[in-house]
Antibody, heavy 118, light 107 residues
Framework: QVQLVQSGADVKKSGASVKVSCKASGYTFTSFSIHWVRQAPGQGLEWMGWMNGGNDNKYYAQKFQGRVTFTRDTPASTVYMELSSLRSEDTAVYYC???????????WGQGSQVTVSS | ETVLTQSPGTLSLSPGERATLSCRASQSVSSNWLAWYQQKPGQAPRLLIYGASSRAAGIPDRFSGSGSGTDFTLTISRLEPEDFAVYYCQQSSPPWTFGQGTKVEIK
């Protein structure tokens, strides 16, 4: 069965970087793109960008350009999201999700809580 | 960027009632690349509808989606206790965007 398993919770200081992993299983990793979405406490969903599972194509939301980097380890079927220059407003649950039909997301990771403290 | 505006913000209904949720886009959504998700507290979102009107795998037929262009609707024909949650619409022309959500709460 398809699964996206993310890394655990992390606490970082302001100005630091965080790297969240998303390990895929149950499907051909290179055939699907992975997106990253975050959700601040009590807030809605915010799209951060996507990365193609089969090549180096990626797209970052303008808000995060210059601070976010997506990478992948194809043999490990894992995608990474690194966010730098963290500030308190980056405190959120970060999700990875698999893109399927007409741009929708059918499977989601369980979420990774990132807390930024000053 | 396409801005999605959902209404109402909160919908207070009783089990068995019909729920109608609206999602309006600031510009036409290409080829109906519009999806709906359900999210419960502490859980990841769950895909309900893609392509504006196609139900995702395993989604009960009480959930239906309609609309095109800039106006879309999610309808839950008869609310079950497990349907009380927050619902988001999403469009998929880069950059992807989500609506702010509609909370369906028990009246």
């Amino acid at each position: 069965q398809v699964q996206l398993v993310q890394s655990g919770a992390d606490v970082k200081k302001s100005g630091a970087s965080v790297k969240v992993s998303c390990k895929a299983s149950g499907y051909t990793f290179t055939s699907f793109s992975i997106h990253w979405v975050r959700q601040a406490p009590g807030q809605g969903l915010e799209w951060m960008g996507w990365m193609n599972g089969g090549n180096d194509n990626k797209y970052y939301a303008q808000k995060f350009q210059g601070r976010v980097t997506f990478t992948r380890d194809t043999p490990a079927s894992t995608v990474y999201m690194e966010l730098s220059s963290l500030r308190s407003e980056d405190t959120a649950v970060y999700y990875c999700a698999r893109q399927v039909n007409l741009g929708s997301f059918d499977y989601w990771g369980q979420g990774s809580q990132v807390t930024v403290s000053s | 960027e396409t801005v999605l505006t959902q209404s109402p913000g909160t919908l207070s209904l009783s089990p068995g009632e019909r729920a109608t949720l609206s999602c309006r886009a600031s510009q036409s959504v290409s080829s109906n690349w519009l999806a709906w998700y359900q999210q419960k507290p502490g859980q990841a979102p769950r895909l309900l509808i893609y392509g504006a009107s196609s139900r995702a795998a395993g989604i009960p037929d009480r959930f239906s989606g309609s609309g095109s262009g800039t106006d879309f609707t999610l309808t839950i024909s008869r609310l079950e206790p497990e349907d009380f949650a927050v619902y988001y619409c999403q469009q998929s022309s880069p950059p992807w965007t989500f609506g702010q959500g509609t909370k369906v709460e028990i009246k």
